[in-house]
């Protein structure tokens, strides 16, 4: 069996039929912790995001696709370059202090698609994730299963099989979480979702990005109203919600690289 064949495996059997199925409160906005120039020379924490961590202590390229659904294609955002991947990328190379004279690179491949369940993300996964040979996948889901009525015990699997199939290609994971907002609220049942990814997280070992905590943390802190981060449709962020997530995904990014302690990401 060849090494590129056996996500397509993973997931192939996932979407054919049932798995085995298993089943913190954050502060806010990181502040600008710019990571050494030559992460190399210095002591490394522990990383969980083991590859990205060896790209980042030399000079080379990293690949990082952002999956998802509307949260990361940038629905309610003014523009395409105000969706958090983009902003992503802008941060992670400032707080690397990549520039046009460096010899890394940080590019992010925007893979959101509005709408989209772990049905259809599973669907597309092969396509759009593993055949972009990303390095890091940054996944933001678990929003739009409950309100389109996806059971619980099918979002699980499929998140647990693209898990898989992802890490089988060598590149490094990290979870998004829902956001917190008025259109979830309202569908009952719909923060266990929430709550099975990060038991899902928590088993395989893979970080989370807990944006609804942070979201919650941003407004008992005064640095914005629930009206300033999400838009009139009750659903999607605003460009100011963009820009505070792409940071705190920055910082949770660099603390699994082991570049920088928890304690100064305050994610």
């Given at each position: 069996m060849s090494f590129r064949t056996l996500?397509?495996?993973?997931?192939?059997?996932?979407?054919?039929?049932?798995?085995?199925?298993?089943?913190?409160?954050?502060?806010?906005?990181?502040?600008?912790?710019?990571?050494p120039q030559n992460p190399a020379s210095v002591e490394r924490l522990p990383?969980?995001?083991?590859?990205l961590a060896s790209l980042l202590g030399r000079d080379?390229?990293?690949?990082?696709?952002?999956?998802?659904?509307?949260?990361?294609a940038?629905?309610?955002?003014?523009?395409?370059?105000?969706?958090?991947?983009?902003?992503?990328?802008r941060d992670l190379e400032e707080r690397l202090q990549i520039g046009a004279s460096s010899r890394r690179s940080i590019t992010v491949i925007n893979r959101g698609k509005g709408g989209d369940t772990s049905e259809a993300m599973a669907r597309r996964l092969e396509r759009d994730v593993l055949g972009e040979r990303p390095d890091l996948v940054?996944?933001?889901?678990?929003?739009?299963?409950?309100?389109?009525?996806?059971?619980?015990?099918?979002?699980?699997?499929?998140?647990?099989?693209?898990?898989l199939a992802i890490r089988a290609t060598g590149a490094d994971v990290v979870l998004m979480d829902q956001q917190w907002c008025?259109?979830?609220?309202?569908?009952?049942?719909?923060?266990?979702?929430?709550?099975?990814?990060?038991?899902?997280?928590?088993?395989?070992?893979?970080?989370?990005?807990?944006r609804r905590a942070l979201m919650q943390?941003?407004?008992?802190?005064?640095?914005?109203?629930?009206?300033?981060?999400?838009?009139?449709?009750?659903l999607h962020m605003t460009d100011a919600g963009y820009r505070q997530l792409a940071k705190a995904a920055a910082a949770q990014i660099l603390v699994g690289a082991g570049l920088i302690q928890p304690s100064l990401a305050r994610n």
């Open positions: 996500p397509g495996l993973i997931l192939a059997t996932a979407l054919a039929g049932p798995l085995g199925v298993s089943g913190a409160c954050a502060q806010p906005d990181a502040p600008l912790v710019v990571a990383a969980k995001l083991v590859r080379g390229d990293v690949r990082i696709v952002a999956f998802g659904s509307s949260s990361t940038g629905a309610g955002a003014s523009s395409p370059a105000m969706a958090y991947p983009a902003l992503l990328e940054v996944w933001q889901t678990g929003s739009n299963d409950p309100l389109a009525g996806v059971p619980l015990e099918r979002f699980v699997e499929l998140t647990r099989a693209g898990i008025s259109k979830l609220s309202g569908v009952g049942g719909a923060e266990r979702y929430g709550e099975a990814l990060h038991t899902l997280a928590a088993e395989l070992g893979v970080p989370v990005i807990r943390s941003w407004v008992s802190h005064g640095l914005m109203t629930p009206a300033q981060m999400i838009g009139p449709d009750g």
